[in-house]
């Protein structure tokens, strides 16, 4: 199984900056895609951003040209850097990792997931 910590949420003002980490342990050999997710209270999970294995980066449009996602495969850490924040970034932020294998000549995915990290922007 594989196993997904975040860090690095906290409160910021609007326009300011934050960078969260999502270091990953356990089984990562067949981590393929990796991704950001947000929650606000009342709304429905979205996608933030994702990154594959060959390092191709998609944004959700809200997020573009403002927030960053990488990853460093020698840390098994994705990180997603975040600029002029706005209050509506505010969410529960979720770490996933899309994971898969071959068996009995079929490929298995299942995703895993970070337990979240707050991340609250206002003045």
């Known amino acids: 199984q594989v196993q997904l910590v975040e860090s690095g949420g906290g409160l910021v003002q609007p326009g300011g900056s934050l960078r969260l980490s999502c270091a990953a342990s356990g089984s990562i050999r067949g981590i393929t895609e990796m991704g950001w997710y947000r929650q606000a209270p009342g709304k429905q999970r979205e996608l933030v951003a994702v990154i594959t294995s060959e390092d191709s980066a998609n944004y959700a449009d809200s997020v573009k040209g403002r927030f960053t996602i990488s990853r460093d495969n020698a840390k098994n850490t994705a990180y997603l850097q975040m600029n002029s924040l706005k209050p509506d970034d505010t969410a529960v932020y979720y770490c996933?990792?899309?994971?898969?294998?071959?068996?009995?000549?079929?490929?298995?995915?299942?995703?895993?997931w970070g337990q979240g990290t707050q991340v609250t922007v206002s003045s």
């Open positions: 996933n990792a899309k994971h898969q294998r071959w068996v009995l000549g079929s490929v298995l995915q299942y995703d895993y």
